[in-house]
């Protein structure tokens, strides 16, 4: 792999929101940002860490422009210091984690009918490349042996950047727009990239009742159904065509519910943090239950907005 004397810095890493002035919410245009900042982070720092374990990537903010929310970024490698690399050993790094956020920028342009990306193939493409980097370092650095990636980046820290991307596209309004430049290649933030599901596990809690847990990477979507301003306990929630009595452990969200500064009602959809409880009993009875810790972001049902959570739209 070549040396670049540029490989991701403010010139070629680009993020491009444009927005419908004076639509929506506009905190969701700075919390957008914030979410592609933290993917593009993630990928970096995942991908340095089966280099060397000591070295972290950071974005940093050269400057923003009008004309919608436009910010030049640059990419820095830095060690277990807090200082910057040499230049010519940052150049080959930094190259390498350019070449990462393509593969995933990439690969959430395409999703499932579930709105989700395959993590194992990226995975297995970012690994190659990894590889490649480790490589290049170890010429620059002038060792006889070139480094071997003891651990590549894995499935579940895929999953952790595809929710960060997703958390961004949740928050967009029908009328914005993403693009992110990396090295003059530019890719669409996906508005189809859904947060990941559960994956189920069993746990057998005694003998006359079998409990199913939820758990999994990044935030999930519930849609209310029934809000509850007086109470943290008794909302009701739907996930994946499931109905949940839902309690809200987020008391600063709760607070702001409950004083009426911010509205939340039937239909409305919540992007959370959230543990689900499935109980079912010998007699085939099913209970079940959540407690959401978090809610990350709230969306305003609409009804001619493009639908978030499959199936969950009503007809008319």
């Not at 999994?216 to 109905?243: A, C, F």
């Not at 969200?253 to 500064?261: A, G, P, T």
């Amino acid at each position: 792999m070549p040396a670049m004397a540029s490989s991701i810095n403010f010139e070629n890493l680009v993020f491009d929101l444009k927005y419908l002035p004076g639509q929506g919410d506009p905190r969701r245009i700075f919390q957008t940002m914030v979410e592609l900042i933290d993917a593009v982070e993630l990928t970096g720092t995942a991908f340095l860490k089966g280099i060397d374990p000591s070295l972290t990537f950071r974005i940093g903010i050269q400057e923003t422009h009008s004309g919608s929310l436009v910010t030049k970024a640059f990419g820095m490698v830095m060690g277990k210091d807090g200082q910057r690399l040499p230049k010519n050993r940052e150049a080959i790094l930094g190259q390498g984690v350019a070449s990462a956020t393509k593969e995933v920028l990439k690969s959430q342009g395409k999703v499932d009918p579930k709105g989700h990306v395959n993590a194992k193939e990226v995975t297995e493409r970012i690994a190659e490349l990894q590889q490649e980097s480790a490589q290049a370092y170890s010429r620059v650095n002038g060792d006889k042996v070139p480094l071997l990636i003891g651990k590549p980046i894995s499935e579940k820290q895929m999953r952790s950047v595809m929710a960060s991307l997703a958390t961004g596209a949740f928050l967009l309004d029908q009328g914005d727009k993403v693009g992110i430049t990396v090295n003059a290649e530019t890719f669409e933030l996906n508005p189809a990239l859904k947060p990941y599901d559960a994956e189920i596990v069993a746990v057998e809690s005694d003998q006359s009742a079998l409990a199913m847990v939820d758990t999994g990477v990044g935030p999930k979507l519930v849609r209310v159904l029934t809000p509850r301003y007086g109470k943290s306990k008794g909302w009701e929630v739907i996930h994946q065509d499931q109905m949940y009595k839902a309690e809200i452990l987020d008391k600063e969200w709760f607070d702001r519910i409950h004083e009426q500064f911010e509205e939340v009602g039937p239909k409305d959809q919540l992007l959370v943090d959230v543990e689900f409880e499935m109980h079912q009993t010998p007699s085939g009875k099913n209970s079940a239950s959540c407690k959401i810790y978090k809610v990350i972001r709230l969306k305003k049902y609409h009804p001619e907005s493009r639908p978030t959570i499959e199936g969950m739209e009503e007809p008319g």
